[in-house]
């Protein structure tokens, strides 16, 4: 029967992010939500305990790790501030593992030793104002010209692109069309590396979000931005299908944050529900809040199994499109559920910003979004299931 203990090596990495995550992050996640400002001080220590190059081999810079070590991380920064989260989500699965998968001994050796070091970050730019899931609706154009990349067009809701140490963002951009039997064009989309500071490529201003208000995120903008051809990533034509499974991957990643979340707040209320008193006793004692607490750890525990399941399948080299969109879809909506009831059981406080359940409450929607929403991983296990 499957054994879902974590082993010695994965238990003490697990306990030292939490622990990490329990006395830096956490102690400085309600100034950095309320500031919108990004937590430079706290990414640092992040890249010196290796949590940038977990999933990576030693050869590129990496800590030797897996995916599941990374799922590991993400779930216990999760719990406390679902920003530091993201970033490194994003940083590991959107930035630095294109370059890992799919680019040149050169571009690995360029870019991988201070991606994952955490010195710096790159970012991917796929979505845009009519495009995203449905990939047939990019816009962004780039043509070989003099062996440079000559890239116009703009994207949108892109991680970890404006700060001080992005080095690079990725995007997908219509490459070349070709004409199909049935007379309709399909587009080329291929992915280029566009450092930082080239011409033409402008970062513009951060978005006013809801919340992850200490996530870097920003539209971005490109008028005859050009870069050299070698900067093309993977195999022209193959931008979008690669991005695709950079996105099962990533998938995994967002459940565990999600899960992370869905536990904090449990940890929350669960602490709360024993501290304030109501007509003689805690109000843990009324079965109105006891059983809601009850059903929230039931779905935290149900995401984790679903994640860890998911990443097991990856790790063996199964199949695992299916569970990892599961996974996403039962966390994320575990996370969003969580939030709301932890709110319910802190009441009026649960209303107030610095509270961790305030933040939870508005942070955790994105999930049910980003990285693919619940309804393209419903139709993903639709698809499976051969509806």
Aim: charged fraction near 20%; include cysteine.
């Amino acid at each position: 029967m499957p054994n879902f203990e974590l082993n010695d090596d994965y238990q003490d990495l697990s306990d030292m992010v939490r622990d990490f995550a329990d006395t830096v992050v956490a102690p400085v996640a309600a100034q950095h939500d309320a500031e919108h400002s990004f937590p430079y001080a706290v990414v640092a220590q992040m890249g010196e305990l290796g949590l940038f190059g977990l999933p990576f081999p030693e050869e590129v810079g990496g800590m030797g790790g897996d995916y599941f070590a990374l799922s590991l991380a993400l779930e216990q920064l999760g719990r406390v501030d679902q920003s530091v989260a993201i970033t490194l989500e994003a940083g590991v699965s959107l930035g630095a593992m294109p370059i890992y998968r799919f680019g040149t001994q050169a571009q690995q050796q360029q870019w991988l030793p201070a991606l994952t070091s955490g010195t710096a970050l790159a970012g991917f730019g796929l979505t845009e104002p009519d495009a995203g899931t449905d990939a047939g609706g990019t816009a962004t154009r780039a043509r070989l010209e003099n062996d440079q990349w000559v890239i116009d067009g703009s994207k949108q809701f892109i991680t970890n692109s404006g700060t001080s140490i992005t080095a690079f963002v990725i995007v997908t951009a219509v490459t070349g069309t070709s004409e199909l039997a049935d007379g309709s064009v399909k587009k080329e989309i291929s992915t280029i590396i566009v450092p930082n500071g080239t011409p033409g490529f402008t970062v513009e201003k951060a978005y006013n979000k809801v919340g992850w208000n200490a996530s870097d995120t920003h539209p971005l903008s490109f008028t005859q931005a050009k870069v050299p051809g070698g900067n093309l990533l993977g195999e022209r034509g193959r931008g979008y299908a690669n991005f695709l499974s950079i996105l099962d991957e990533g998938r995994i990643a967002i459940a565990a944050l999600a899960t992370g979340s869905a536990q904090g707040c449990v940890d929350e209320a669960l602490r709360y529900a024993k501290e304030r008193s109501a007509f003689g006793h805690n109000i843990g004692h009324y079965q109105g809040i006891s059983f809601k607490i009850a059903r929230m750890q039931a779905r935290a525990h149900t995401a984790r199994l679903a994640y860890y399941d998911a990443a097991a399948r990856m790790l063996a080299g199964k199949p695992f499109k299916t569970q990892a969109a599961m996974a996403k879809l039962v966390a994320s909506e575990a996370a969003m559920d969580n939030a709301r009831d932890a709110t319910q059981v802190f009441g009026g406080y649960g209303f107030i910003n610095e509270f961790p359940v305030a933040r939870h409450y508005r942070d955790s929607k994105i999930l049910e979004i980003g990285e693919g929403t619940s309804e393209v991983q419903l139709m993903l296990i639709a698809r499976e299931l051969g509806l």
